[in-house]
């Protein structure tokens, strides 16, 4: 007979918050817009099977998507009211740092020395030194090494920036992870704290579900009758894959926002520039550094021509377009407007002279990068 010592009880593993999250976004979506599966072998006459299947109607996705969306909102908003509450806690028992504004244990600096501290701290904070407050999540054209679109927009352009884009973040990823939704939540309470309102929401994302690794699939082989990309695996990546995780994630920062602010924000999205598939990656892309991204699988497949695969790629970027401009044709999406970014930057090929506004294969340079920045401003 077992002992009491022998049959210690196991110990409960809390979740994760991203299992949480997953668990909240797949119970969110698994019978929405679907019969049951009862009714469905019911009508078949089928024995029932195993294996899963998502929604394919396009109609359903998007339904799904835009509830999707809101379910997540809702979750990772009511999970860091807990945490801003732990957080109140914290400031009423320990109060403001010492020698801390308004504390009174240090009193403000005068003459010379006050002058000195805000000549280094510059004009930030100061009324009038700002044009705005943008939020932004994305990938890296709004978190890259030095500049990018978000850093341009700051510092030469004078909006003040609260950011949590990550480089190298998939749109599948911040629709589905929940880590830059998150993030975005906490961005929006700390700006809702310093008694501020978002002018605008920037979003950025879709170059890393289609580059990299992955680039090759969507590509017949060059000597194939059929050369060019696969229009099969290419609309289900772009029409199936990225539309719906857009609308997911379009839709948990759209409802996001009406919850902590009371309004709707606009948005502003882009699908990038035509880019030039010539086998630069970041600093050249030598060793560990990230890139070349297409090149490698323009080479797998037989593509050599430089100018030829500027053409495919600009294929790319229209179809991107093409989708971003029927995601936002939703009704639930009229405050969302696509910033189109072709043509901003050169691709002319003769003696190299694109390389003065791409600095690879996917990112502009910084004079590219301020190109950029200027058509967000506009729209601004």
Request: proline share 5%.
């Amino acid at each position: 007979m077992a002992t009491k010592k022998g049959r210690k009880a196991k110990k409960r593993v809390e979740p994760t918050a991203w299992e949480q999250f997953a668990a909240v976004s797949r119970g969110a979506v698994s019978s929405r817009g679907r019969p049951s599966a009862k009714a469905v072998r019911a009508k078949r006459g089928t024995p029932r099977k195993r294996g899963v299947a998502g929604t394919q109607s396009a109609t359903q996705a998007t339904a799904q998507a835009l509830h999707l969306g809101r379910k997540q909102a809702e979750w990772v908003i009511a999970r860091h009211n807990g945490l801003l509450q732990r957080r109140a806690k914290v400031v009423a028992a320990k109060g403001p740092a010492r020698g801390g504004a308004g504390t009174g244990a240090a009193p403000p600096r005068k003459g010379k020395g006050a002058k000195k501290v805000a000549a280094k701290a510059g004009s930030g904070g100061a009324p009038g030194s700002s044009r705005g407050v943008l939020v932004a999540e994305g990938d890296s054209w709004f978190d890259y090494p030095f500049y990018d679109v978000l850093k341009k927009l700051d510092y030469e352009l004078g909006w003040d920036i609260e950011s949590v884009a990550h480089r190298g973040d998939s749109v599948e990823s911040m629709a589905y992870d929940g880590g830059q939704l998150a993030d975005f939540v906490a961005a929006i309470q700390r700006v809702v704290r310093r008694g501020d309102v978002p002018h605008a929401i920037l979003m950025s994302g879709g170059g890393n579900d289609v580059a990299g690794d992955a680039f090759a699939m969507l590509l017949n082989h060059r000597s194939s009758p059929v050369y060019g990309f696969n229009p099969a695996v290419l609309d289900g990546v772009i029409q199936t894959r990225i539309r719906v995780a857009y609308t997911t994630m379009l839709s948990a920062v759209t409802a996001a926002c009406q919850s902590l602010l009371g309004a709707t924000v606009p948005i502003l999205l882009h699908g990038y520039d035509y880019p030039v598939a010539d086998g630069r990656g970041f600093l050249g892309g030598w060793g560990p550094l990230p890139g070349p991204w297409l090149e490698p699988g323009f080479l797998q497949k037989g593509y050599a021509d430089l100018a030829e695969r500027v053409a495919i790629t600009r294929d790319l970027i229209d179809r991107m377009y093409a989708m971003l401009d029927a995601v936002v044709a939703l009704p639930a999406f009229a405050h969302v407007k696509v910033v189109n970014l072709r043509n901003v930057l050169s691709t002319d090929l003769v003696n190299d002279r694109y390389k003065a506004w791409w600095g690879n294969e996917l990112h502009p340079t910084q004079q590219g990068f301020t190109k950029v920045a200027k058509q967000f401003d506009d729209q601004l």
